[in-house]
Nanobody, 121 residues
């Protein structure tokens, strides 16, 4: 069984910074892409940033230049450094990972339970 657990959310003033972390644990053979998504109230979940196992990153236009995604393959973790936060960044942030649990298994997507980020104006 695989589990993703996020940490690092909280309340911050506009212009401030937060760092989110996500750790994958359980029966893991390897991890392909990892990423962060967010969902604001009454809005659909949207991609924030993703990173490949080789370190190639992709960002949503709304966070480019402000957020940085990174991963530690040895520790099965992915992090999101968020700077110059804006009130519109307020959302529940979810960690996502495509994980292979066995040599013959295809990658399967897993989600963490989410962590709240609130940016006050």
């Amino acid at each position: 069984q695989v589990q993703l657990v996020e940490s690092g959310g909280g309340l911050v003033q506009a212009g401030g910074s937060l760092r989110l972390s996500c750790a994958a644990s359980g029966s893991i053979f390897s991890i392909n892409g990892m990423g962060w998504y967010r969902q604001a109230p009454e809005k659909e979940r949207e991609l924030v940033a993703v990173i490949s196992s080789g370190g190639t990153a992709y960002y949503a236009d709304s966070v480019k230049g402000r957020f940085t995604i990174s991963r530690d393959n040895a520790k099965n973790t992915v992090s999101l450094e968020m700077n110059s936060l804006k009130p519109e960044d307020t959302a529940v942030y979810y960690c996502n990972a495509f994980i292979i649990t066995g040599t013959r298994d295809p990658p399967r997507g897993y989600w963490g339970p989410g962590t709240q980020v609130t940016v006050s104006s």
